[in-house]
């Protein structure tokens, strides 16, 4: 992952600001739950449908989690720099 965001080790940090992420968050939803769907819907016990069902689940978790986020973190201004002010000095 190429953002500021990813490559920061807070995990509370990441949720909400990528945009990339989100976006591969939602196509591994969108690939994942119609191949479980199609291949492993009749035969839920197996180890390769509960495989893929678990990872089609953490995918739409986090997406959603993201989701949720990410209108607090948009609309949040950003801080102040140290050291300024509105008014000029003399």
């Not at 500021?4 to 940090?13: A, G, L």
């Not at 016990?45 to 989690?65: D, H, K, T």
Request: net charge positive; hydrophobic share 45%; charged share 20%.
């Amino acid at each position: 992952m190429a953002c500021k965001y990813c490559q920061s080790s807070i995990w509370k940090q990441k949720l909400g600001r990528c945009t990339r992420c989100m976006a591969q968050l939602a196509i591994m939803s969108a690939i994942l739950w119609p191949l479980w769907w199609w291949a492993y819907a009749d035969t839920p016990r197996q180890v390769e449908s509960i495989a893929l069902l678990f990872a089609a689940g953490s995918a739409s978790a986090l997406l959603m989690l993201h989701l949720l986020i990410y209108p607090f973190r948009r609309n949040k201004k950003p801080a102040p720099k140290h050291g300024s002010s509105d008014t000029p000095d003399d």
